[in-house]
């Protein structure tokens, strides 16, 4: 059973283009997250959604939209894509109200822009 | 800001040794710190978390500190062995959010 997934994969666009990445876990958490890691492999995070609220939004242009639909669902859309978008995204949910706050995180999205 | 740094970015060590990662954190101080590994490809797991008032936490061959004094938690992989080769990361929340930060990582490689 997949707990956090993401589609898609991989995403080969160029410059100019929107493109979406959707997510979806099974794990009944209540607050979602989409996270950056560049090329150096620094994750950061962009924004995170609890029961369908938007909670944290960090400094990201507002190229990137995120959206859910409901608790199990965060799509992330990028609008006019840039060279500098390229990165994996990773979409992670969590329980707040647990005692151990882990984050479970999807596979990634390797988002490449030509 | 708060911030969480982790000095070694990559760490040789031969198989059977204890692995120790070190990971620091400024201008606050978190209720708790956590380590994920990431192998490549992947998107991190978690290992585990320790609380401020916790001095040590075990699971397995795993072992993590947190030394309020010296604003630090240690991470220590004993007997290791080469399927331990990944990347660690450490991470928490900044004060009164919920917003993750992480370390930029060490890459482990366990030799053979």
């Known amino acids: 059973d997949t707990a956090v997934s993401q589609t898609p994969k991989y995403l080969v666009t160029q410059m100019g283009n929107d493109k979406s990445i959707k997510c979806e876990q099974n794990l009944g958490h209540d607050t979602m997250y989409w996270y950056k890691q560049d090329s150096k492999k620094f994750l950061k995070i962009m924004f995170s959604y609890n029961n369908k609220e938007l909670i944290i939004n960090e400094t990201v242009p507002n190229r990137f939209s995120p959206k859910s639909p409901d608790k199990a669902h965060l799509n992330l859309h990028i609008n006019s894509l840039e060279l500098g978008d390229s990165a994996v995204y990773f979409c992670a949910s969590s329980w707040v109200g647990g005692v151990s706050y882990e984050q479970y995180f999807g596979p990634g999205t390797r988002l490449t822009v030509t | 800001s708060q911030k969480i740094e982790q000095n070694s970015e990559a760490l040789n060590i031969q198989e059977g040794k204890t692995a120790t990662l070190t990971c620091n954190y400024t201008n606050y101080s978190p209720a708790y710190l956590q380590w994920y590994r990431q192998d490549p490809g992947r998107g991190p797991v978690f290992l585990l978390l320790?609380?401020?008032?916790?001095k040590e936490k075990r699971k397995e061959r795993l072992k993590v500190t947190f030394d309020t004094t010296l604003k630090q938690s240690l991470f220590h992989i004993t007997a290791s062995q080469p399927a331990d080769s990944a990347t660690y990361l450490c991470g928490t929340t900044t004060s009164g959010t919920y917003k993750y930060i992480f370390g930029t990582g060490t890459r482990l490689k366990v030799l053979a």
């Open positions: 320790i609380r401020e008032n916790e």
